[in-house]
């Protein structure tokens, strides 16, 4: 069974401390009926080459600005840089509510948990988004975001050129919520299954997942993003992640070629 990180209509009733604890809830009561997890997989054999994990935050906060609205926290994204040396803001589409012409939204920004400037402020998509996950394929899920203001490179996530990870390898997810206390929050899992539409990570731990959606996966390898948190399933009382694919997203990013506004009324 899949649960969505963030259930829209808790978010708009509930703060955020509230939302957080209800979805724990659900969480623990599902983990003592669902089913184990299959086995993970051996360490696979990486043949490109070592890097180092980011030392900054960059699983950063999302935050929504709608018309007449103040900002409110609406999950996590992240940073990247593309080939050619732009950089674009990625999200999930299950965050936000766009092209509603009764509700329209203005921005999306992203901060570093725990501080009062955002690292970037966007009011441009970069290409069509898609559309909130509903099955199995995580690559419908993102929004891509066009900087134009100048973004310190050291929010910035290379994208891994494998374009996932492999079955076996070991990840971090940077939280973008953080650790409550001003640092960052990293958590380790291993990779269970890779396909073209999502990887799936065993994470180590049992946490509370809820607004952590739009987090960047990390490979502990390479120190490059390999996906984006989209969804989680309860195995057992052990936490499997769903991720959209690093490598869709790079395709989506490159092959975008309209730039419509985040207010423009129809975004579809």
Avoid: C
Wanted: zero cysteines; proline letters at 10%.
């Amino acid at each position: 069974m899949n649960i969505k990180f963030v259930v829209r209509g808790l978010l708009l009733a509930l703060p955020v401390a509230a939302i957080a604890s209800v979805a724990f809830i659900l969480l623990m009561i599902k983990a003592q009926i669902g089913p184990p997890p299959d086995p993970t997989p051996p360490p696979p054999t990486i043949l490109v080459p070592r890097g180092e994990l980011p030392a900054g935050p960059v699983g950063l906060q999302e935050w929504a600005r709608y018309r007449g609205q103040a900002d409110s926290l609406v999950g996590n994204g992240f940073l990247i840089g593309l080939s050619d040396g732009q950089i674009v803001g990625v999200t999930t589409a299950h965050s936000v509510s766009l092209g509603n012409p009764d509700r329209p939204l203005e921005q999306i920004a992203l901060s570093v948990a725990g501080q009062t400037d955002f690292v970037a402020e966007f009011d441009t998509l970069w290409g069509r988004p898609g559309q909130p996950r509903t099955g199995g394929d995580m690559t419908v899920d993102y929004v891509l975001l066009q900087a134009d203001q100048p973004i310190d490179s050291g929010f910035v996530l290379t994208p891994d050129p494998r374009g996932a990870p492999q079955p076996g390898e070991r990840v971090s997810l940077f939280s973008g919520l953080g650790d409550g206390h001003g640092g960052q929050r990293i958590l380790e899992g291993t990779v269970q299954s890779v396909s073209g539409t999502a990887v799936w990570v065993l994470m180590d731990d049992l946490f509370n997942p809820g607004l952590m959606s739009g987090s960047p996966f990390v490979s502990q390898h390479t120190g490059q993003v390999v996906g984006m948190a989209i969804a989680v399933n309860l195995r057992g009382s052990r936490l499997l992640l769903g991720a959209h694919p690093i490598g869709s997203i790079v395709q989506l990013a490159e092959s975008a070629a309209d730039f419509p506004k985040i207010s423009a009324p129809s975004q579809n």
